[in-house]
């Protein structure tokens, strides 16, 4: 219905660095095709991958801050919608290749190409040694493009594409060592949790477009607003319900969070692009870019609410007793995507895209520190020909004396994680928790996420803590020969650091809130995106608490910060480690949660092994064997052999007699028939 | 010929077809199942020449046509008969089952 968007849409013709945002999505495309096709050659030029590869980032990263600049002076209502050409002209309904820029586009792109942007020269320290250079940066390329095209996109079909291209190009790089089974397993089953998002995902697309007859982000919105009596008839609850199904796969939420931390497989710098900074955020953005669709359901937004507090808490517990240093980080991240999902689930849309903004560049530093612990070690146990696991927290230990600059970085991104000010997860976190506090006076459910919120906080503290106690602090376990390999990583990699480091520190500044002085830049800045969702009568009047509670809020905020940092770091090194050769059986909880609640080994018994047994014993020997090949193929070609062949064969006796006999009743009964 | 001949030429014609089918159908042997088979062909002949009484020349001219066929055919098929006993040292049809299926 393109007449009725019209007037939703900037009127200004987009000119200058607006205009050339298709370049943001071709450049990278471009790299993927150029980094693709030396992969393919047999001696690929490293160099040209190396300039080609992050140059294509560094590109669109200068057209997004051009856009950006331009977007502020605009600073229009309405979004700016760019078509392109009419992609699947269905009747009179239209979906259009079509790009759409506004606040929250243009904060996406800032963060998807920046940090996109310092993760592929880290790269290029981090995969030097790699046969499949080449092979990495294409696929790398192409998902920054996909990327790309799932936060610019102007309707959901668009945005679908970079969603199923980002799991692609996810599935591919969890398995890039594909050679060794369990990555390969790792990326399957990334893709099948997200098979079932996307299903989720598609049901509220069909869905949207029978009630709504639209897909495109202006109409939807339109219609929504236009219609809030639907919300009593359950349809949009059930619309955004599905939505969120396929934001629990993309963003690693209770029930299909497991493929994230099998996902650490990867090279690391994938774990920090995709599936910490960019991807698995992607679920957060939908559901801030569907904000008005969430606001008019109070039942969604308290699911989405509730599952993000869960899996903040869930997921923190279980990083408490992981070794894998990747590991740890993984379900961090899962903790952290959950807060996220708190926030726009309390309608604090804004405070979930500030977390997402600071947790990409803390979580990228922290990928990217541990990326340059595990280069460091890898180097070390394979000069003394090693086989002990570079990525086991047990074999590292006093680690700063080797690696001081990594060292720092961490420490400065671990003060951001646990919510220290002024580090920028401090402000993130801090609203995030203040808005669902608030919430509770409305809806008194808010009251425990807040407080699932807080105990999270307070894991996330202690085993950011241990992380850091373990790998950097105390006595080297990594072996007397190995220690003399130890050194710092090469400057390639430290520079994406410093600059993470930096943003970590001062990514708060973007939404300073009021009490330090701070104008809630980010606010005023996305209010045209999400002003509609805020307007909406179950999310309008939530307001920070102010005065006494507010302090009393950051208070406990920060009290449980510290101690979770101090109690964290005592804890750990109160006893010697032992490595992983020597360590003890876990018991009692600590038992649970080393073996990540049997979450996989339930999922394995009462799914996957029933969805197996019954494709195999029903579908396949039953249904295929059986039925299909047996009953439906094999069947007529039995009857034609055994039934019709025999009788067939029994004419054609080879006795000259028996043929006359026939061919004269032929003769008989066509004279018969000639006569009438 | 006078046209009451007609019936028992007629009649005499089928008796001769039906003699020479039958032979066809029932004896086994190559030459007496070809020598049946010109019995029919000149029964078939006789009808023509005892029709054209009725329908003029076309049956007279017809016999000719049916003659030299037959002399083809004898020519072609008693051919056939001497490979077949060439190759068997019979002609017994029942011993010629080479194509049963």
């Known amino acids: 219905m393109p007449t009725a968007t019209l007037a939703q849409e900037a009127v200004v013709m987009p000119t200058g660095a607006i205009s050339l945002l298709w370049l943001t999505v071709l450049l990278p495309f471009a790299g993927f095709l150029f980094n693709g096709i030396l992969s393919l050659r047999r001696s690929t030029s490293k160099a040209a991958v190396s300039v080609v590869g992050p140059a294509v980032l560094i590109a669109a990263f200068a057209v997004a801050v051009a856009a950006f600049f331009q977007l502020q002076g605009l600073h229009p209502e309405a979004p700016i919608v760019l078509r392109y050409w009419t992609w699947m002209p269905v009747g009179d309904f239209q979906i259009e290749m079509a790009l759409q820029y506004d606040q929250l586009s243009a904060i996406m792109l800032l963060v998807v190409t920046g940090v996109g942007s310092l993760i592929h020269l880290f790269s290029i320290g981090y995969m030097k040694a790699d046969e499949g250079y080449a092979r990495f940066f294409a696929y790398l390329n192409l998902f920054v493009a996909f990327m790309l095209v799932l936060v610019l996109g102007a309707s959901y079909p668009v945005l679908f594409i970079g969603w199923e291209g980002v799991g692609l190009c996810s599935y591919l790089l969890i398995g890039f060592w594909f050679t060794v089974k369990p990555n390969a397993d790792a990326g399957f089953k990334a893709f099948l949790a997200n098979r079932i998002g996307d299903f989720g995902f598609l049901v509220a697309m069909f869905t949207l477009y029978h009630v709504a007859g639209a897909l495109d982000f202006v109409t939807v919105n339109q219609w929504l607003l236009a219609n809030p009596q639907l919300v009593d008839t359950g349809i949009v609850t059930t619309i955004a319900l599905f939505f969120f199904l396929g934001c629990t796969g993309k963003s690693a939420q209770i029930p299909l969070y497991t493929w994230l931390p099998d996902a650490m497989a990867g090279p690391t710098p994938v774990s920090a692009l995709i599936h910490a900074a960019t991807m698995v955020t992607a679920g957060v953005y939908l559901v801030a870019r569907s904000n008005v669709l969430f606001a008019m359901s109070e039942a969604a937004s308290i699911v989405v609410a509730g599952v993000g507090a869960l899996t903040a808490l869930f997921a923190a517990t279980i990083g408490l007793r992981q070794y894998d240093i990747k590991k740890v980080l993984a379900y961090s991240t899962v903790s952290q995507l959950g807060y996220m999902f708190i926030a726009v689930g309390t309608g604090a849309y804004v405070a979930g895209i500030f977390h997402l903004v600071t947790h990409a560049f803390f979580k990228a530093l922290l990928f990217l520190g541990s990326g340059s612990v595990i280069h460091v070690m890898h180097e070390a146990l394979h000069a003394t020909h090693s086989h002990a696991d570079a990525q086991d927290m047990r074999n590292m230990g006093g680690l700063r004396r080797w690696m001081p600059t990594t060292f720092w970085l961490m420490l400065l991104a671990t003060l951001a994680i646990a919510g220290i000010p002024p580090f920028s997860g401090f402000f993130s976190k801090d609203e995030i928790l203040a808005f669902a506090f608030a919430r509770g006076e409305a809806s008194p459910v808010f009251y425990v996420f807040y407080g699932m919120g807080l105990l999270a906080a307070l894991l996330t503290a202690i085993y950011m803590a241990r992380l850091m106690a373990m790998t950097f602090f105390g006595e080297n376990r990594t072996g007397a020969a190995e220690q003399q390999h130890l050194h710092e990583a090469p400057a390639i990699m430290t520079w994406p650091l410093i600059v993470l480091g930096v943003l970590s520190v001062i990514g708060g500044a973007i939404n300073l809130p009021h009490f330090v002085g701070g104008n809630e830049w980010l606010h005023h800045w996305l209010e045209p995106v999400t002003g509609a969702g805020h307007a909406l009568p179950w999310v309008a009047g939530l307001h920070l608490p102010e005065g006494a509670t507010e302090y009393a809020l950051i208070g406990i905020a920060v009290l449980v910060g510290v101690f979770g940092l101090w109690f964290g770091m005592r804890s750990t090194l109160a006893r010697a480690i032992p490595t992983p050769d020597a360590a003890p059986p876990e018991r009692g909880f600590a038992r649970v949660l080393a073996n990540k609640y049997w979450v996989d080994e339930i999922y394995d018994r009462f799914i996957v092994r029933p969805v197996v047994g019954l494709s195999r014993g029903f579908l396949w020997k039953f249904m295929d064997k059986g039925l299909i090949d047996g009953a439906a193929v094999n069947g007529p070609a039995w009857i034609s052999r055994h039934v019709l062949g025999k009788a067939g064969s029994l004419l054609q006796n080879g006795q000259v007699g028996l043929y006359l006999i026939f061919f004269m009743l032929g003769a008989l009964w066509i004279l018969r028939v000639a006569l009438g | ?101």
Do not use: W, Y
Not at chain 2, 7 to 24: H, K, R
Not at chain 2, 68 to 83: C, F, R, S
């Open chain 2, 1 to 101: 010929m006078a046209p009451d001949l007609l019936g028992p030429a007629l009649a005499l014609s089928a008796v001769l077809f039906s003699i020479g089918a039958a032979g066809v159908l029932l004896r086994r042997s190559a030459i007496v199942l070809f020598m049946c088979i010109e019995i029919m062909l000149n029964a078939v002949n006789l009808a023509f020449i005892a029709l054209a009484l009725l329908h003029g020349v076309a049956g007279h001219i017809m016999v000719f046509f049916v003659m030299t066929v037959a002399a083809a055919e004898a020519a072609v098929g008693l051919a056939i008969i001497l490979v077949v006993f060439r190759h068997k040292q019979s002609v017994d049809l029942q011993h010629v089952n080479l194509l049963r299926g």
